[in-house]
């Protein structure tokens, strides 16, 4: 043991390990220094994707000064100290490794910045966009990179690739079987990225299920959603591969569509009303009159006679449409009040013995 720290000097690896470690926080200082001056000058650019790629290096960049200095650190100790002995090709793996981590964290985190970019810029140009594609385009990158980036580990470390993929394939046979929930859970959460039948902030509901709310989150295995009583609710992706979903986010208008009964002694008075409605209906500002309207005496039912009233206002807004809606009822109203007739109600005769 004497002879070994004999052949070993003490203070030297000490100052020449501290020394590797300061040189190492040199220069992360000095990167983070340099990187906040590029940053600044990029943000006076109106171009974004410079902006994108220069917060996208830094991570990566302090991981590779790290990964670098530990290896230079090994080496130094393989070849300075007698009694540790780290293979040359284990080294050079490390090293290989590492670069390899970094391009694989440098291409996760400019994909990941490339996405809320874009999302940035088509808000403030004011265009629609459907958030749920670019993230799901983003998740599948970052994905195939992981995937990639640890098959080339694996080959690194003298692994066979082949044989790994054929495991896989074996393997997957039984995953599927044991996960096949799970795996129709994302094949749902694809369906749902790439039919896009709705989108984050959607109102959806579906008659099949109590289903109804609106869209906070589609994830791979699970939507969630918040109905109107402000409760939210997880579901799993593959539910809607087997249901109907109605999407009235999507609705061009609404429609307002109302039977109205009159008294029975009304009837002489029945068509002067249809055509007066009609007429309010026609003049009214806020009905898209490109869309059908239709007033007309319906049928004659138990306590009355009824006519219906269908058109459409010209908004999709829920606040707005019922004011729409009930102006026109009150003008309804008005019109049957002015003719002298009223609406019925549910009557009922009794005859005494």
Known sequence: MQNIFYNVSFDH???KF???IFLIVVINLFTRVILSYLKKQSSKT???????????IYKPFTFLVWIMGIIYALEFLNNDIEFITISTDLISNVKRTGIIIVIALFLISISKNFQIAVIHKNKQNNIDIDESTYEAITKIIRLSVIIISGLIILQTFGFSVSGVLAFGGIGGVAVGFAAKDMLANFFGGLMIYLDR???????????DRELEGTVENIGWRQTSIRNFKKNIIYIPNSIFMNI???NPSRMTHRRIREVIGLRYKDMPKMEKIVKEVKEMITNHDQIDHKQITIVNFDSYNDSSIDFFVNTFANTTEWVKYHEIKQDVLMKVGEIIEKNGAEIAFPTRVHIAE
């Not at 994707?49 to 996208?56: K, L, M």
């Not at 039948?197 to 008659?207: A, E, M, Q, V, Y």
């Open 244 to 246: 109907i979903v109605e």
């Open 46 to 56: 109106y171009n974004m994707w410079d902006d994108c790629v220069i917060d996208s």
């Open 18 to 20: 501290l020394s590797i």
């Open 13 to 15: 690896w000490v100052i």
């Open 197 to 207: 039948p709705f989108r984050k902030g959607d109102w959806i509901r579906s008659p």
